[in-house]
C-alpha cells in the first residue's frame, strides 16, 4: 500500500500564495504513470488541477493556468503545488493523487482563501 502525505494547506488571503507538497511514503513503487492534485470544494465535484504525466508533460486547469506551477522532485516521488495570485474561488480541499499500475489519493488539506 502506498501512503501519500501532504503537507502546506491554510488560510491566505486573496492575492496571496501558498505551497502545497505531497510525498510518497513508500520504497514499493517502480514505475509513476502520473503525479497530480485535484480540488473539491463545498457541493462541487473533485477537479484536476494540475499533473504530470510520464515525468514530464503537465496539463492545468483553465481555471488556474499562470498562476499555480506543478513540479517534482526527481530524486525521490514528492511533487510540489506552487500556488500564486489565489482567488477567493480557489479555496478546496486539494488532494494529491499518483498514478502507477494502481492510483492512490492522499487525505487532503484544506486551502481557504479569503476576500
Known amino acids: 500500500q502506498v501512503q501519500l502525505v501532504e503537507s502546506g494547506g491554510g488560510l491566505v488571503q486573496a492575492g496571496g500564495s501558498l505551497r502545497l507538497s505531497c510525498a510518497a511514503a513508500?520504497?514499493?513503487?517502480?514505475?509513476?504513470?502520473?503525479m497530480g492534485w485535484y480540488r473539491q470544494a463545498p457541493g462541487k465535484q473533485r477537479e484536476l488541477v494540475a499533473e504530470?504525466?510520464?515525468?514530464?508533460?503537465?496539463n492545468y486547469a483553465d481555471s488556474v493556468k499562470g498562476r499555480f506551477t506543478i513540479s517534482r522532485d526527481n530524486a525521490k516521488i514528492t511533487w510540489h503545488l506552487q500556488m500564486n495570485s489565489l482567488k477567493p474561488e480557489d479555496t478546496a480541499v486539494y488532494y494529491c493523487?499518483?498514478?502507477?499500475?494502481?492510483?492512490?489519493w492522499g487525505k487532503g488539506t484544506l486551502v481557504t482563501v479569503s476576500s
Open positions: 493523487r499518483l498514478a502507477t499500475f494502481e492510483v492512490y
Open positions: 513508500s520504497e514499493r513503487i517502480f514505475r509513476v504513470n502520473a
Open positions: 504530470i504525466i510520464s515525468g514530464s508533460n503537465t
